[in-house]
């Protein structure tokens, strides 16, 4: 048994070893592409250097070709009120390297790689995209157009983990995605078609499903109007469907302190209490949201809804399986930064005056606080189980430090309760833990950019 252990670590250390080697010669690789395929014509082009929300080279030319270099990490410590809980220490959250620009202004790229593998096989995104005016067309592995919260960058969050909601929505997938805006940003949409089974490397059901349709669309209708404190004011919707093979049924709901753990809210795979799930005709989702940006506060809040439709257990008739969740958000600079929404997300916050204390200036100080609930299908619980509950309500307060554009300090606290016991762990004397409540503090520095 030890040699077989054995023989998977070293397995998997030389996947992930030569996993990453492969993406540092790809990154080399268009290095050297975009830096020594035009050095004949170095005499008629000038290349700049410098950093605007990353690193960059640029050419002379306008909208000639740009590389630019980012990366992410967060570090955290977490702490546990609960006394059945053994989850207290320190975490890298995100560890991730990005590469992304154009070849031309109608050809643009992103290849971004997550070192930290809680969460993803490793290729975070890998796309590229033809630019025709405002519409782009773009292909590869990326986010399906879907939620406010979904699509807003890590910095221009402002709690810990997204709410629970995001555990019902879509993730990267591979596909094909046609995404702009109308009328000044007062529309934006996305649309597209993907596999429907996740990231590339996900693993496939052995029965043929069809592609996922995915949209999002967003109108700001006072975007233009003279009325300046409606001019960050948005509502939108957001869609999903596809027929899908059983293997894709795999929810995994978590509360704030359980992410990066074996825990759950609410756990639904083909392997449920009745047996086997033997077959399922499709998933949908649904989702509305509105955000409003004025001065230095932000709220948004979303209503997201999954739907599991005719699922098929052994000796059991078909069923649907329903989940929903919805959140209620503020965030309050009192530094006096403006929040802005733009592209149909959160723009991360720029501070007024960034950490430098020879000048007495200290960054941004940003406090959100955050109300959400999800609800549960109780027919698709397996009481003996202990890792689903039929409901969870939870209460985040969160300060936000930002020191510079690509730094800050996040301090969370999340109290969660549950309406079912949760098993958290099993001791040597064979005794199990429970809780019916979390609290969590959450301790992250975070860069990126």
Do not use: C
């Not at 670590?9 to 992930?16: D, E, M, T, Y």
């Not at 993803?120 to 630019?131: F, K, P, R, S």
């Not at 996922?212 to 001019?231: C, D, Q, T």
């Amino acid at each position: 048994m030890t040699n077989n252990n054995n023989n998977k670590l070293l397995g998997w250390q030389s996947s992930g070893f030569w996993a990453g080697r492969l993406y540092f010669r790809m990154a080399g690789l268009l290095l050297a592409i975009l830096i020594f395929v035009p050095f004949n014509a170095w005499a008629e082009r000038i290349f700049f250097a410098g950093y605007k929300g990353g690193f960059y080279i640029r050419s002379e030319e306008e909208g000639g070709m740009e590389l630019r270099l980012g990366g992410a990490l967060q570090s955290d410590y977490r702490f546990y009120a609960e006394e059945e809980r053994a989850n207290n220490g320190f975490d890298i959250r995100r560890a991730r390297l990005r590469f992304r620009g154009q070849l031309t202004r109608y050809l643009r790229f992103k290849m971004e790689y997550e070192f930290q593998d809680n969460e993803t096989d490793n290729l975070v995104d890998a796309w590229v995209e033809g630019v025709f005016g405002k519409p782009s067309l773009r292909f590869g592995q990326f986010k399906e157009p879907f939620s406010l919260e979904w699509q807003t960058l890590n910095k221009g969050l402002y709690f810990a983990e997204r709410s629970m909601g995001y555990f019902l929505g879509p993730k990267r997938d591979v596909g094909v995605m046609l995404h702009g805006s109308l009328f000044d940003e007062t529309i934006v949409y996305g649309a597209g078609l993907f596999n429907g089974d996740g990231d590339d490397g996900s693993v496939s059901g052995p029965e043929e499903d069809g592609p996922e349709a995915a949209g999002r669309l967003v109108m700001a209708p006072f975007r233009r109007s003279s009325i300046s404190w409606l001019n960050h004011f948005q509502v939108g919707a957001s869609a999903t469907y596809a027929r899908i093979d059983p293997l894709n049924v795999n929810l995994r709901v978590k509360s704030t302190g359980m992410v990066g753990t074996l825990e759950t809210l609410y756990l639904l795979t083909h392997n449920t209490k009745f047996g086997v799930i033997q077959d399922v005709e499709g998933r949908q989702r649904l989702g509305a949201e509105a955000a409003w940006a004025v001065g230095p506060l932000l709220f948004q809040g979303e209503y997201i809804k999954l739907i599991y439709t005719d699922l098929v257990a052994s000796g059991e008739n078909p069923d649907d399986a329903n989940f929903s969740s919805w959140y209620a958000s503020a965030t309050w600079f009192l530094t006096g930064e403006t929040p802005l929404l733009s592209g149909g997300r959160v723009k991360p916050i720029y501070p007024k005056r960034f950490f430098n204390p020879r000048e007495d200036t200290w960054g941004a100080l940003g406090l959100a606080v955050r109300r959400e609930h999800f609800s549960g299908d109780p027919d698709w619980i397996n009481p003996a189980s202990y890792v689903s509950v039929e409901t969870a309500d939870a209460y985040s307060l969160a300060l936000n430090w930002v020191l510079y554009p690509m730094a800050r300090v996040i301090l969370d606290y999340t109290h969660t309760d549950l309406s079912d016991p949760v098993r958290t762990r099993v001791l040597t004397d064979g005794t199990v833990d429970y809780i019916d409540e979390e609290n969590v503090v959450t301790l992250r520095f975070s860069i990126d950019f």
